[in-house]
């Protein structure tokens, strides 16, 4: 069949004009039009679980780990080992230096609020990452504190369902952010 293709850029182009009863697909063919039956005229489309691979699971994956980690990394410093013991506290500067750089030029905003978020992001992963580092070297020294009982399993198990949890508040308040524009 032939198209003169005016149907097809039009309604790829922009959804600013699709009706709610209208029922077309987006660019990548996912239906936008919501459960309710309501179009996405306000620009907001609906996450679906290709989304969910990539940069946000990757970093709520690597955030559970680092929270296991730096649970051990809390037990010993408040316990037989100081901050820094590990390794030099300029290299944890380093980590905050790095994860900033990273988070800033990752970032699709531009301007303030990426400066904020790279600056939380490198706050929050730069002292999950010390502490993780921390516990790394105790578990080294003591691996029967996780060992015992399985306690490491059951650390980890809680920590990803946080880190999960996490990124999921995290993805509603953007989500509620941007519906309030």
Avoid: C
């Amino acid at each position: 069949m032939a198209s003169t293709g005016d149907d097809e850029d039009a309604s790829t182009a922009s959804n600013a004009g699709i009706e709610p009863s209208d029922e077309r697909a987006g660019p990548s063919g996912t239906d936008l039009t919501r459960a309710d039956g309501s179009g996405t005229s306000d620009g907001v489309v609906p996450a679906t679980v290709e989304d969910a691979s990539g940069y946000g699971l990757s970093l709520t994956l690597v955030g559970g780990v680092l929270l296991a980690l730096a649970y051990y990394g809390y037990i010993a410093v408040t316990g037989p080992q100081t901050l820094g013991q590990a390794i030099p506290g300029p290299f944890y500067l380093l980590v905050f230096a790095l994860l900033f750089v990273l988070e800033l030029f990752q970032s699709r905003e531009r301007g303030a609020i990426a400066v904020v978020r790279a600056t939380v992001l490198a706050l929050f992963y730069g002292g999950l990452t010390a502490f993780a580092i921390e516990g790394s070297v105790y578990l080294w020294r003591n691996p029967s504190v996780a060992l015992n009982g399985y306690v490491g399993v059951t650390v980890l198990a809680v920590s990803l369902v946080v880190a999960a949890l996490a990124y999921f508040l995290y993805l509603s308040a953007v989500e509620s952010n941007a519906a309030g524009k």
